[in-house]
């Protein structure tokens, strides 16, 4: 009855105008307890809490980073998808931290999106292994993507269990503001 009377329902919602890469690092350091229980878990809500406050329609994807990058969600609006995907995140089983390779991973994410894009960073900062800082930024700054940083850490740090001894893990500040700023 309704379909023959002509009826129809439209509706208006808001819609992100960028796509967005949430890129987690997933290194040994993240295991750091100055965050309770870890920087790692911190890492998680804090993405998990951006993916729920963010417009229905968003697109976003999920890429994890230690000593090498991996995609684990290509940018998409399933949001629950990316919810599931970001709570099942583990560390990484490859030694090192490469920022660069996971900027580099992340900008490829987002080179086919009509959007802009846009690079949401967490981590502490420290990179030690893989593709140059100033190499990430000039290839995301070619292709227009946009990275906002967030460190999980402390100046103060926290200890992660090594097999020989504990050891200290401080958020690099430095490194972060650099990021986003260039």
């Known amino acids: 009855i309704l ?3 002509g009826i129809s329902y439209s509706y208006i919602g808001e ?3 960028a796509n967005f890469v ?3 690092d997933a290194s040994g350091s993240m295991l750091a307890t100055d965050f309770n229980p870890n920087r790692l878990e911190a ?3 804090s993405a998990l809490q951006f993916v729920e406050l963010s417009p229905i329609n968003t697109k976003i994807g999920l890429v994890t980073f230690a000593g090498s990058s991996f995609i684990k969600v290509r940018v998409t609006d399933d949001l629950l998808k990316v919810k599931q995907e970001i709570k099942n995140i583990n560390i990484e089983l490859v030694g090192g931290t490469s ?3 996971a900027i580099i991973t992340s900008t490829n994410l987002l080179l086919n999106e009509k959007e802009p894009g846009v690079i ?3 981590t502490d900062g420290q990179n030690n292994i893989g593709a140059s800082i100033e190499e990430a930024l000039k290839y995301s700054n070619q292709n227009n993507i946009i990275i906002h940083t967030i460190g999980i850490g402390s100046k103060v740090g926290g200890k992660f269990l090594n097999v020989t001894e504990d050891i200290i893990s401080k958020v690099d500040e ?3 503001k650099y990021i986003a700023e260039k």
């Open 99 to 101: 920022i660069g390779e």
């Open 174 to 176: 430095e490194s972060l």
């Open 3 to 5: 379909a023959i009377s």
């Open 22 to 24: 949430l890129a987690i």
């Open 43 to 45: 890492a998680k809500n």
């Open 15 to 17: 819609k992100s105008e």
């Open 120 to 122: 949401i960073l967490l």
